[in-house]
């Protein structure tokens, strides 16, 4: 058996809440066991309570470079955005790949391979976002990739940006 329930949802500052109660204007069944019995494991309780989740993304997640630009170099930019409805929390960066590649961050550059340290605690609120900016200095003909890998408390880390000359 199935109950026909009326609900009200809000949005509050970290939290969907909504409260839900019989329809009344929807005819009832009169067996409250048989009810329970139904609705185990569907959640199916009067009140309903969502932890708003963070959701790190890059836009773009991938950047392509030109091959072989003697003696210049190539940059582009790339947005970590927090696209979920609660704070995302960067614990930690990681730039790994060839060292053609640089990016970058609280305006330091860093080579592929460097280790980097987040500027204090980095908190990128709902629909926030963060640039990272990249530049490609490759000579030769190579195809060449990199990779900054942002560890945080979306449930989906690490997210990750890849770079790509001639690819």
């Avoid at 809440?17 to 329970?36: F, R």
């Avoid at 790339?78 to 960067?90: F, P, S, W």
């Avoid at 060839?98 to 987040?118: H, K, L, M, R, S």
Wanted: charged share 15%; with cysteine; aromatic share 6%.
């Amino acid at each position: 058996m199935r109950i026909r329930l009326a609900c009200r949802v809000w949005l509050l500052p970290g939290f969907l809440a909504a409260a839900c109660s019989p329809d009344p204007a929807a005819p009832q069944p009169s067996d409250a066991a048989a009810n329970a019995a139904d609705c185990a494991g569907a959640g199916c309780g009067p009140d309903v309570l969502a932890k708003a989740q963070a959701k790190a993304e890059f836009v773009p997640p991938k950047l392509t470079f030109p091959l072989g630009l003697p003696g210049k170099c190539s940059a582009q930019t790339a947005k970590l955005r927090n696209g979920g409805t609660g704070d995302l929390h960067v614990t930690g960066l990681a730039f790994t790949g060839d060292t053609a590649f640089a990016v970058t961050y609280a305006n330091q550059d860093y080579e592929a391979g460097t280790a980097i340290a987040p500027a204090g605690p980095v908190v990128l609120a709902a629909g926030a976002e963060l640039e990272f900016g990249f530049t490609y200095c490759g000579n030769d003909t190579t195809k060449k990739t990199a990779t900054l890998s942002v560890q945080s408390d979306d449930p989906g880390s690490p997210t990750l940006c890849k770079l790509v000359a001639g690819g």
